[in-house]
């Protein structure tokens, strides 16, 4: 089974940066398309970024710029540099991986969600 655990989140003032982290653990699989998603308070998950596992990557309009998505293939993670952070970037921020398990008999593809890390932005 693959598990996704998450870090980096806390609390920030506006106009500062985080870096979140996500690692996936678990045996027999390769990560594909990873990304991020945020839930903020009173709202639906949206997309944030996401990476292809050849680097191509994909942001929201409200993060253009400030944001970048990236990857380590050999050790299946994932990060979000976030700058330039505003009120607005206040949520949960999610962690997301398309997996491809080995199991008997041929494969098993299937997203994981991590844990979920807190980022707040301080006016």
């Known amino acids: 089974q693959v598990q996704l655990v998450e870090s980096g989140g806390g609390l920030v003032q506006t106009g500062g940066s985080l870096r979140l982290s996500c690692a996936a653990f678990?045996?027999?699989?390769?990560?594909?398309?990873m990304g991020w998603y945020r839930q903020a308070p009173g709202k639906q998950r949206e997309l944030v970024a996401t990476i292809t596992r050849g680097g191509r990557t994909n942001y929201a309009d409200s993060v253009k710029g400030r944001f970048t998505i990236s990857r380590d293939n050999a050790k299946n993670a994932e990060y979000l540099q976030m700058n330039s952070l505003k009120p607005e970037d206040t949520a949960v921020y999610y962690c997301?991986?398309?997996?491809?398990?080995?199991?008997?008999?041929?494969?098993?593809?299937?997203?994981?969600w991590g844990q979920g890390t807190l980022v707040t932005v301080s006016t």
């Open positions: 997301n991986v398309d997996v491809k398990e080995v199991i008997p008999g041929g494969y098993r593809y299937h997203e994981v």
């Open positions: 678990g045996s027999n699989f390769s990560a594909n398309a």
